[in-house]
């Protein structure tokens, strides 16, 4: 039902995503996202490419780009651990979240795969989508953890950062492939001092380092991203905050993971969303984010407009772009374009932020697959108990057909939180596609 531009780059293939959250498209479950803005005037997005609810990430990598935020392009297989195009000649193990740099015309990705003796490479392109080949071992003197990050500062010095739980942090040889070992320093973040887990992302601005991180502070589980901030790259650096936390994106999730970066004269976060009601099934996601005059950054909220504009309600708005999941419910590839909002049951509830109803709506369509159980949708405008449009009666099927069905609503203007909450008998009641306002 989703249609997706395909055009061929050589091995890879680019897809045309619209501007809303999340950034990858139906099927493509890119997590870890690190976001780098090179000389060519383009955002890239590098992360680890999750397949599955058994395991973290894979043996490849894809990649994410655009010149507007408004339009996103993917770009397939950028590298690989193993099978056809394997460029890590030592191993086949999977690869966990990468960053990339640039440096004296080259493009350099940094990779890293878990438990390893040596745990982290670095491969080569002469273009910021690849692809990126000969991946070789650093040497992390026996520091061998997850996540690198990269970091060049004023001077044209380079950094890298690793480490889960504590961080590390040396600085980086013009060779681009091996650290000064004398520069090592551990514990630049700690989980006790700065709720730290892993996942860090360093850079600049006004001339204060910001190093934003997974965030284990509420719950005691690493959803949020957090941030500190110091006068100098290896601090010390002082805890900020929260910018954004995922709890609630889905009921199995556990982490995030992300950067932030400006772009076109705008700040935004880059983190991710777990799908699939399991830990390891990851899409990234955006959000645009301020600075208060302290350099302080205040919290946001996920929404399912992203970058963009707020979402029309006469479009046709898919069920995966729900930004809030409370309940059993969860959002699940069934094809391969195609993610729905399943396995429902009474007493979930979703929310879609934030949709623009403009000068008023009276009927809305719903294209539902009902099953043999049915239910009802309560339709409500900015929290589940607040201004209700209208209730969906979803007949029983024993089809399970996917059909349209359209009904009556209250009139309503302007831009609002849409929240769909769900009830009916015991176990799962229907599916939907996606919903459109009239």
């Excluded at 380092?209 to 901030?229: M, Q």
């Excluded at 919290?299 to 046709?316: C, F, H, I, N, Y």
Aim: net charge negative; glycine share 8%; charged share 20%.
């Amino acid at each position: 039902m989703k249609r997706l531009l395909l055009i061929s780059l050589l091995i890879s293939v680019i897809q045309a995503v619209l501007p809303q959250n999340p950034i990858c498209p139906p099927g493509i479950y890119l997590a870890d996202p690190s976001a780098r803005v090179w000389n060519d005037g383009k955002l890239y997005i590098y992360g680890s490419l999750d397949e599955s609810c058994d395991y973290y990430c894979s043996n490849r990598y894809h990649l994410l780009f655009t010149e507007d935020m408004n339009h996103w392009n993917l770009v397939e297989d950028i590298f690989k651990s193993s099978g056809e195009g394997d460029e890590v000649k030592y191993n086949d193990k999977v690869l966990y979240a990468p960053d990339a740099a640039y440096a004296d015309g080259n493009y350099y990705l940094y990779y890293c795969q878990p438990d390893q003796e040596n745990a982290e490479g670095v491969a080569f392109s002469p273009k910021p989508t690849g692809p990126f080949t000969n991946g070789e071992t650093m040497d992390l003197k026996g520091y061998n953890q997850i996540d690198p990050a990269l970091f060049v500062d004023d001077d044209g010095q380079m950094y890298y950062l690793w480490g889960q739980f504590t961080l590390k942090m040396a600085r980086l040889k013009s060779n681009m492939k091996e650290l000064d070992l004398t520069t090592i320093m551990d514990s630049v973040l700690t989980e006790h001092e700065h709720h730290f887990h892993e996942g860090a992302y360093l850079t600049k601005r006004n001339g204060i380092y910001y190093l934003v991180y997974a965030d284990i502070s509420r719950g005691d589980i690493p959803t949020c991203i957090g941030y500190a901030t110091a006068s100098s790259p290896f601090g010390p650096y002082t805890y900020g905050g929260v910018i954004i936390d995922n709890n609630h994106c889905n009921p199995g999730n556990w982490n995030n993971h992300g950067s932030i970066a400006g772009f076109n004269n705008q700040w935004y976060i880059f983190y991710h969303r777990s799908t699939h009601g399991c830990n390891t099934m990851r899409k990234a996601c955006v959000e645009p984010i301020s600075f208060n005059e302290d350099g302080s950054i205040p919290e946001v909220e996920m929404t399912s407009q992203g970058a963009g504009d707020p979402l029309d309600a006469k479009s046709r708005i898919e069920a995966e772009w729900a930004c809030i999941l409370n309940g059993n419910l969860r959002i699940e590839q069934i094809d391969e374009n195609e993610e729905n909002l399943t396995q429902i049951y009474s007493g979930d509830k979703a929310a879609f932020k934030y949709i623009d109803f403009g000068a008023g709506v009276d009927s809305i369509q719903v294209c539902v697959s009902a099953g043999t159980k049915g239910g009802k949708v309560v339709v409500s405008l900015d929290k589940p108990w607040h201004q209700r449009l209208a209730i969906l009666e979803i007949a029983p099927d024993e089809t399970q057909q996917w059909q349209v069905l359209r009904f009556p609503v209250k009139n309503a203007t302007g831009i609002h939180a849409l929240w769909l909450h769900f009830y009916g008998g015991d176990g799962q009641m229907f599916d939907i596609d996606w919903f459109a306002f009239e």
